[in-house]
Every structure is written in structure tokens, then in C-alpha cells.
């Protein structure tokens, strides 16, 4: 397993650094919380806006009366990017409903509930339990680093623990899931009344993260801590294939880091081939859809794209 596994995450995962302790009474939880909500208020008032006009790669699927448009998305951004402009835009005002991987909540306390349903681990042994002594001695180095009390995340299962450090490190350089794809496309789309759809929910992606095996949760938050001081690098490298319309060299670099295994297959392979299904389902009813997904899932040998041709459907790429 690679340091990339949050690139294939969604907004779902943004939850991880909200006060989780509003909807549980668990003091571990309330300082997580309270720390990360620190540290990334210092960051956002110290980071600098990226003014990178960016063009990501977008594809269409259509027949006789119904046509989706493809977008890949990149859940945290650094604020000032511009792309949500020329074909991606005239796309998008073109479209009836939009479709995100999840529909954006209107009940955060719930979705905090939900989160903690998966992240508290109740046996009691935590986030560090698995650990030996010099992983423990990094651990601690690396809260520190991003300004969380060492034991506030000790109440968290090791996956959990390792994507709120993974999210608060990312918030911490500059990057903000309110400057994300999705959040500007849920803010357009309500904006012009368009109806937004959800491909999973929250509780289905936080259980695929719960699902791992306590052997690939541990490596997940070694190598979260391993790759604590260089997370800005590696997700800029993402961000400057998608913003350069590179879907292919994109493949490259998640697979290649993904490599093969239960990561791979459950974030990645068994939701391209739901969503194909969907894309082929919803070939049948008309209309115009603007459908946005994490740009890992357009790009690679077993991305969307491909798979929809199992069904008879071909993806065309929009050049602009």
C-alpha cells in the first residue's frame, strides 16, 4: 500500500476533521477535533492562493435522447484554482442534475454519528496499539508536526486516525475541501436548481475503509506517518496531471502507487464497475447529466471509461 489511498477518498472522509465529539461523548474524540480545527485555521490564514487555470479532462457518454458528461474531480484544492470554465462549465449548464459520489449532507451531527459508528474503535485497543516502540516514537513526532495532542486520536481505529492525520497535514499546506471540485459544483448546482444525486453514501464509504484488514490498517498509518512532511508534494504531482488534462500519466502514478490488493480492489475496482453499471442504467432514461467523480477512477487500465464498453457505451473525450 502507497501513500496515495486519500486521492481515491471523498467528501465523506472531510468528516473526519469535524467535531466528531458533538455527536459523541468521548473527550479522545473532542480533542481530535478541537486540534485539527486549530491547525487548520492557522493554515488557512497563512496559505497562499494557487492561480493555476486549470483544464481537467472531461468525457461524454450519449445516445439518441440522453447524454452524461464525465468530469474528474480532486476533493481538496488550494483556493484560486480556476476550472470550472469553458467546456467544463458550457457542460455543466447543459446538464438537468448533477451526480457526486455522495450527495452533499444537510445534517452534519448525523454524519459525524456515522463516522464515529466506524472510527471509535470499541474494543478499546486504539490507534496505536499496533505500533512498535520507534512507529510509536514517529506517530508522536508526527502529531506533534500537525499541532493534534499525541493521544487525541488514541480512541480511532488506525484507518481513521490515519486519514484525519492525512486530512489535517493536507489542510494544513493550503489545501481546502471548500475550495474542491465538488463543493463548487454542489454550490453551482444550487445556485441554478439543479438537482444533485448521489453514486454511494457516506455509511458505504466509510465501511469500505472499516473493511480492511487490521494488517492493511496499520501499514495505512505507517505509511501515513512515513509520509507525513511530503504529502503537499505528492498531491500537487496529482493536481498538475489533472489540471493539465493528463488523465493518462494521472493512471500511472495512483496505480503505480496503489499497487495491487484489497485497496486497489475495494476503492477502486469494485466502484468503477458499480458505476459503470449505473452510467449503463441510466443510459435508459433521458436527459442530461453532469456526473463528477474522483479523477483516479477516469484514468488507468480499469477506469470508467473502460468499463462502460462491456455495456455497449462509449466515452468520447471533450478536447477544449
Same mark, same amino acid.
Given at each position: 500500500?502507497?501513500?496515495?489511498?486519500? /486521492?481515491?477518498?471523498?467528501?465523506?472522509?472531510?468528516?473526519?476533521? !469535524?467535531?466528531? $465529539?458533538?455527536?459523541?461523548?468521548?473527550?479522545?474524540?473532542?480533542?481530535?477535533?478541537?486540534?485539527?480545527?486549530?491547525?487548520?485555521?492557522?493554515?488557512?490564514?497563512?496559505?497562499?492562493?494557487? !492561480?493555476? =487555470?486549470? =483544464?481537467?479532462?472531461?468525457?461524454?457518454?450519449?445516445?439518441?435522447?440522453?447524454?452524461?458528461?464525465?468530469?474528474?474531480?480532486?476533493?481538496?484544492?488550494?483556493?484560486?484554482?480556476? *476550472?470550472?470554465?469553458?467546456?467544463?462549465?458550457?457542460?455543466?449548464?447543459?446538464?438537468? @442534475?448533477?451526480?457526486?459520489?455522495?450527495?452533499?449532507?444537510?445534517?452534519?451531527?448525523?454524519? #459525524?454519528?456515522? %463516522?464515529?459508528?466506524?472510527?471509535?474503535?470499541?474494543?478499546?485497543?486504539?490507534?496505536?496499539?499496533?505500533?512498535?516502540?520507534?512507529?510509536?516514537?514517529?506517530?508522536?513526532?508526527?502529531?506533534?508536526?500537525?499541532?493534534?495532542?499525541?493521544?487525541?486520536?488514541?480512541?480511532?481505529?488506525? *484507518?481513521?486516525?490515519?486519514?484525519?492525520?492525512?486530512?489535517?497535514?493536507?489542510?494544513?499546506?493550503?489545501?481546502?475541501?471548500?475550495?474542491?471540485?465538488?463543493?463548487?459544483?454542489?454550490?453551482?448546482?444550487?445556485?441554478?436548481?439543479?438537482?444533485?444525486?448521489?453514486?454511494?453514501?457516506?455509511?458505504? #464509504?466509510?465501511?469500505? %475503509?472499516?473493511? %480492511?484488514?487490521?494488517?492493511?490498517?496499520?501499514?495505512?498509518?505507517?505509511?501515513?506517518?512515513?509520509?507525513?512532511?511530503?504529502?503537499?508534494?505528492?498531491?500537487? #504531482?496529482?493536481? !498538475?496531471? *489533472?489540471?493539465?488534462?493528463?488523465?493518462?500519466?494521472?493512471?500511472?502514478?495512483?496505480?503505480?502507487?496503489?499497487?495491487?490488493?484489497?485497496?486497489?480492489?475495494?476503492?477502486?475496482?469494485? /466502484?468503477? $464497475?458499480? *458505476?459503470?453499471?449505473?452510467?449503463?442504467? /441510466?443510459? =435508459?432514461?433521458?436527459?442530461?447529466? %453532469?456526473?463528477?467523480?474522483?479523477?483516479?477512477?477516469?484514468?488507468?487500465?480499469?477506469?470508467? #471509461?473502460?468499463?462502460? @464498453?462491456?455495456?455497449?457505451?462509449?466515452?468520447? /473525450?471533450?478536447?477544449?
Amino acid at each position: 500500500m502507497k501513500k496515495t489511498i486519500l /486521492r481515491f477518498t471523498t467528501a465523506a472522509i472531510a468528516l473526519a476533521i !469535524t467535531p466528531l $465529539a458533538q455527536a459523541q461523548d468521548n473527550d479522545a474524540a473532542a480533542q481530535a477535533a478541537e486540534g485539527a480545527a486549530q491547525a487548520i485555521e492557522t493554515a488557512a490564514q497563512d496559505a497562499a492562493p494557487n !492561480t493555476i =487555470d486549470a =483544464d481537467p479532462a472531461l468525457w461524454v457518454v450519449k445516445d439518441e435522447d440522453t447524454t452524461i458528461y464525465m468530469l474528474g474531480t480532486v476533493h481538496f484544492l488550494k483556493p484560486g484554482m480556476t *476550472w470550472f470554465d469553458e467546456a467544463v462549465k458550457e457542460a455543466f449548464n447543459k446538464s438537468d @442534475s448533477v451526480v457526486l459520489e455522495i450527495k452533499p449532507s444537510s445534517n452534519p451531527a448525523a454524519d #459525524q454519528q456515522t %463516522f464515529a459508528k466506524f472510527a471509535l474503535d470499541q474494543s478499546g485497543k486504539g490507534a496505536r496499539s499496533g505500533l512498535s516502540d520507534d512507529e510509536k516514537k514517529s506517530y508522536e513526532k508526527a502529531m506533534t508536526s500537525l499541532g493534534l495532542p499525541v493521544a487525541a486520536l488514541d480512541p480511532f481505529k488506525p *484507518w481513521a486516525a490515519g486519514l484525519v492525520m492525512q486530512i489535517t497535514a493536507l489542510q494544513k499546506v493550503g489545501f481546502d475541501p471548500n475550495s474542491g471540485v465538488e463543493k463548487i459544483l454542489e454550490n453551482a448546482a444550487n445556485a441554478d436548481g439543479k438537482e444533485i444525486f448521489g453514486l454511494e453514501t457516506a455509511e458505504l #464509504q466509510f465501511g469500505i %475503509f472499516d473493511s %480492511f484488514s487490521p494488517e492493511t490498517q496499520k501499514e495505512f498509518l505507517i505509511q501515513t506517518i512515513e509520509n507525513n512532511d511530503d504529502i503537499e508534494a505528492g498531491l500537487d #504531482q496529482l493536481v !498538475t496531471h *489533472w489540471a493539465n488534462s493528463e488523465p493518462s500519466k494521472l493512471g500511472e502514478l495512483l496505480h503505480q502507487e496503489l499497487g495491487e490488493g484489497e485497496v486497489k480492489q475495494k476503492l477502486l475496482i469494485n /466502484r468503477n $464497475a458499480n *458505476w459503470a453499471k449505473w452510467i449503463n442504467d /441510466r443510459m =435508459d432514461k433521458p436527459g442530461t447529466v %453532469f456526473m463528477a467523480v474522483g479523477a483516479g477512477h477516469l484514468a488507468g487500465p480499469a477506469d470508467v #471509461q473502460t468499463l462502460i @464498453s462491456a455495456y455497449g457505451l462509449k466515452a468520447e /473525450r471533450i478536447n477544449y
